[in-house]
């Protein structure tokens, strides 16, 4: 993995806490068609980001004691519905363009959020499982249309950002269509796991890009198991909803 996403996301938490430190990694290029690029092929540029604790039958997430969403200025602004079901509360972006569910102890850092040209939304938000060391990082890119011509450049490029290289899985779900990839590994730091998805619209050319990854916390040891983090991401994924403006 990448080191910008692992230090990103840990100085995310380290920053609501009041760490000092800044991320000052670029995000990394992609070529489409020929011509460099970002995440996205279109001439739109966004910023790259580029626990689970059971309850009876429930994948709720252990709370954070430090930092509650409800209790954090700038993540509340996100907040639409709280305890919509144990451990979650549900979220929608500031564009209007999708809703989904946020654990109870996701923080949001205004640091890591951007919206372009009232078209394009990003934001990263991180939470804790501290008894079993682990740090989660959520990465979301809402576009409120795309060319459709684009379509499979776009998701060639997500998967080359996310170092994958099989297939893409594909369901149709809330009148999306996901396309969908999991892998672990491990680096320096640890073991992890990434969960990513390409999500579009049906019914119009709205997308959103989903990025998840479950990781150790610093250089603590802890384990990364492919079952439990996934259904994490899935439960994450597959509660997005796009609004149809």
């Not at 951007?114 to 809402?142: G, M, P, Q, W």
């Not at 997500?158 to 999991?182: C, H, P, Q, T």
């Not at 049906?202 to 040891?221: D, L, P, V, Y």
Request: aromatic residues 12%; proline residues 3%; charged residues 30%.
């Amino acid at each position: 993995m990448k080191k910008w996403l692992r230090i990103s996301a840990l100085c995310t938490v380290l920053l609501i806490g009041g760490c000092n430190t800044a991320n000052d990694q670029q995000e990394p290029e992609e070529e489409v068609n020929g011509e460099e690029t970002e995440e996205d092929p279109s001439t739109e540029q966004t910023p790259e980001d580029d626990d689970a604790e059971q309850e009876g039958e429930d994948e709720g997430v252990e709370n954070n004691e430090d930092f509650l969403a409800v209790e954090d200025e700038f993540t509340k602004e996100f907040l639409v519905s709280t305890d919509v079901e144990p451990g979650f509360h549900q979220m929608r972006g500031k564009l209007d363009g999708f809703e989904m569910l946020i654990p109870e102890n996701g923080i949001i850092s205004d640091l890591l959020h951007d919206i372009e040209n009232d078209a394009v939304e990003t934001l990263i938000y991180t939470f804790n499982n501290h008894s079993e060391k682990k740090l989660y990082d959520v990465k979301i890119v809402y576009r409120n249309q795309y060319p459709e011509d684009l379509k499979q450049s776009y998701l060639d490029v997500f998967k080359r950002a996310n170092n994958f290289e099989g297939e893409y899985e594909y369901a149709e779900v809330n009148d999306l269509e996901m396309y969908y990839g999991s892998f672990e590994d491990e680096d320096e730091y640890g073991p992890y796991l990434k969960y990513f998805g390409y999500l579009f619209l049906i019914e119009s050319n709205q997308s959103i890009s989903f990025s998840f990854t479950a990781m150790c916390q610093g250089k603590e040891e802890c384990n990364i198991s492919l079952t439990e983090e996934a259904g994490i991401a899935e439960k994450l994924m597959y509660s997005i909803r796009l609004i149809d403006s």
